[in-house]
């Protein structure tokens, strides 16, 4: 059936309100903004928390009080823009106040792209915080994959390395002697994934007179977790035929997540 699912979805429920056992820290202009090991994971929708950060562990002097009163779905809070030295982010953090849910009064909500770069111990987290309900696997497979587009074959390999990640379609890695790049031309797009990292290439298809932009991409130094991955090609199954184990594949529910 076209659209179904076989991958299992994520399980926690908007509104959700959990401890972060990690140490959390922000930067702004090579400034530390937050620093924190009391932070709240606070589920907004299902697939991802955000943190939510104690106002003691925010430094002093980098909030600017806007002196404007949101009605938030988990209750009040006051607006704040952030200064550091001449750097300023007007709107981008909201400090929870009395009638918010438990437990959230007296935090603070950041916008995540206001920050240069966020850390969970040592380590640098992007796009959003990690779901610690979600699993994302590498694992080479004997089971043979074939990526295909308008009956041209981009990719054949032996021995893929599949990603499992929760809540998303399994993704499939090849090596790069195994794609076929007289089809594909080099794109300046980069993205970057929580768990994996920063891209370090990108690619689009072109099939005669068709560019598809942007379809395949490539991980050189992935997260430590996800280091079978390193140097390999993946394509989004949404916008192209995956043929795995000798079985046509149904496209994915779009999800254009790497």
Known sequence: MSGS????????????????????????AGEVVLDTT????????????????????????VLVDEHHVQQLRRGPAQRHGLRVGDVERPGVARVHVE???????????FDWAALDSWYEEDEEVFVHPRNPYARVDALRSTRPVRIEL??????????PVMVFETGLPTRYYVDRTAVRFEH?????????????GRTSAYWSV???????????????????ALQPIAGMVAFYNEKVDVVLGGE?????????SR
């Not at 994520?10 to 056992?21: F, K, L, M, W």
């Not at 068709?210 to 395949?216: E, F, I, R, S, V």
Request: a neutral charge; proline letters at 11%; one cysteine or more.
């Open 38 to 61: 009391r932070a709240l994971y606070v589920w907004e929708w299902t697939n991802y928390p955000q943190y939510y950060i104690p106002l003691a562990d925010v430094a002093p002097g």
């Open 150 to 159: 308008d009956g041209v074959v981009l990719a054949d390999s032996p021995s």
């Open 206 to 224: 072109r099939i005669g007179d068709t560019l598809h932009q942007d379809l395949a991409w490539a991980y050189d130094f992935p997260t430590r």
């Open 248 to 256: 046509r594949l149904d496209r994915p529910v779009t999800h254009f």
């Open 5 to 28: 699912r076989d991958y299992p979805e994520s399980i926690a429920a908007p509104g959700r309100i959990e401890p972060v056992p990690r140490r959390i820290r922000a930067v702004l």
């Open 184 to 196: 594909l031309e080099p794109s300046t797009t980069v993205t970057a994934c929580p768990y994996k």
């Open 99 to 109: 009638g918010s849910a438990d437990g959230l009064v007296g935090t603070v909500r």
